[in-house]
């Protein structure tokens, strides 16, 4: 694909005070810092199943908020340009692991966005822009995961108080 491009730059370090580094399975930190200049910087841990820390952000839990935010920022962004008012975005994403030998992959991802939009009359697109948004997406575009959504529209009459 012929075009603009933009290239992202992160740096990760693995953080071992231990000092015996991973002379042993059980015994090495599983945690690491994402700097990326101008931002601050991310913990990151290995999910608890892989000896990591549960309160630290695990690479699994970013993929899946990853998609879930580009798909939320492309949805948005075309609300805007198509005259749909969205009021409020909330998302409960999920994703399956499976594991085969030593490996794994996700099996799929699944976006559950809840929209709020300020006029009913715009229920039909608000639907159909999200999968509009699925296709712009640039993180689900970028994987071989199958990603689906199953969008609940409802009108700012209906916000829960």
Do not use: Q
């Not at 740096?11 to 599983?30: E, F, I, K, P």
């Not at 820390?53 to 492309?74: Q, T, W, Y």
């Not at 992959?105 to 006029?119: G, H, M, Q, Y």
């Amino acid at each position: 694909m012929a075009g603009k491009s933009h290239e992202y730059k992160t740096r990760l370090v693995w953080n071992d005070a231990s000092g015996s580094g991973t002379s042993t399975y059980a015994g090495y930190s599983r945690e690491y810092t994402v700097s990326i200049d101008g931002k601050p910087d991310l913990t990151g841990s290995a999910d608890p199943m892989f000896r990591g820390k549960r309160e630290i952000h695990n690479p699994e839990d970013l993929f899946v908020a990853a998609i879930s935010g580009c798909h939320m920022l492309s949805y948005l962004a075309l609300c805007a340009r198509r005259g749909v008012t969205v009021l409020e975005y909330e998302d409960n994403a999920s994703g399956t692991l499976v594991f085969s030998g030593n490996g794994g992959r996700f099996e799929n991802v699944k976006l559950n966005p809840v929209v709020t939009i300020a006029s009913w009359d715009m229920e039909a697109l608000a639907i159909t822009l999200h999968d509009e948004a699925h296709k712009d997406c640039y993180i689900a575009s970028s994987c071989n995961t199958p990603v689906t959504h199953a969008p609940t529209i409802r009108a700012a009459s209906e916000r829960e108080v």
